[in-house]
């Protein structure tokens, strides 16, 4: 049974920072590619990032780029999200999904695993 745990998320002020973690169980997570999505009350869920199996690729979307960075520790099954320069904008409910493709992708329709989600508040 595969899960992806999430943890890492809270409050912060407007110009802080957080790193969230997801970690891995019960699939080959060393050749499986990762990503972040978030969603915000009312809102559909956004593609935030990906990260390639070997972390060798990464994708991001527009609002986050120079912000945020993916990585990943295969050697503990986790992927991590470091988020700087954090804006209320940024505020909602952030994902953790596990492709069973090795290659970054936007589309969460290309995931095959999510996490429950862990809730990120950005006050101004």
């Known amino acids: 049974q595969v899960q992806l745990v999430e943890s890492g998320g809270g409050l912060v002020q407007a110009g802080g920072s957080l790193r969230l973690s997801c970690e891995a169980s019960g699939l080959t997570f060393s050749t499986s590619a990762a990503g972040w999505f978030r969603q915000a009350p009312g809102k559909e869920r956004e593609f935030v990032a990906s990260i390639s199996w070997i972390g060798g690729s990464t994708i991001y979307a527009d609002s986050v780029k120079g912000r945020f960075t993916i990585s990943r520790d295969n050697a503990k099954s986790t992927v991590y999200l470091q988020m700087n320069s954090l804006n209320p904008e940024d505020t909602a409910v952030y994902y953790c999904?596990?492709?069973?493709?090795?290659?970054?992708?936007?589309?969460?329709?290309?995931?095959?695993?999510w996490g429950q989600g862990t809730q990120v508040t950005v006050s101004s």
């Open positions: 999904a596990a492709r069973r493709g090795a290659g970054v992708r936007n589309d969460r329709g290309q995931y095959d695993y």
